[in-house]
């Protein structure tokens, strides 16, 4: 079966990187989750993404913080598509994870996402757009998902300007 496989480097993380599975679970989109760590359980980690290409992990979602080289260890042992998500939280608040997971050298690409509950929506998102390419269901879900955020928009004015009018 085909799915989106979801490493975290933490349980720390979870709090946030449910908003990736909550969009996964809304558009039925099958994934799995795991917490597994590049300095903790770097074995683990090899020892899971291989597998999880073996069982049909079409790309991997990685969410980690501070020091955060989780995607970048994950890219370095699959040519599947990888997603960082760089966790906020720590001194520098994310800005140490976004710069770790988005500096990658040439030809080892992380698809990095913005830091933190913005970034995990999207990697969800990414992560689908992805599979649409060759899922013509879910190419057409997303399409219905981008006409009512754009209603929503206009439906968001219509409140604001009656109650600026009041
Ligand atoms: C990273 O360090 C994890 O991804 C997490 O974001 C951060 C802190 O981890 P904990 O100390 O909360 O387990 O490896």
Redesign the pocket.
Known sequence: MEFVAIV??????YAVMKECVSVLEKFDVPYEIIIS????SPERTKKYVLEAEHRGAQLFVA??????H?AGAISAITTKPVIGVP?N??VLDGLD?LLSTVQMPSGMPVGTMAIGKSGAINSAYIAMQILALKDKELAEKLKEDRIMKSKNVELDSIEIEKILLQ
């Open positions: 975290i480097g933490s349980k720390s993380d760590s590049a300095h903790r969410a980690a913080g501070m020091a955060a989780l966790m939280g720590g994870a």
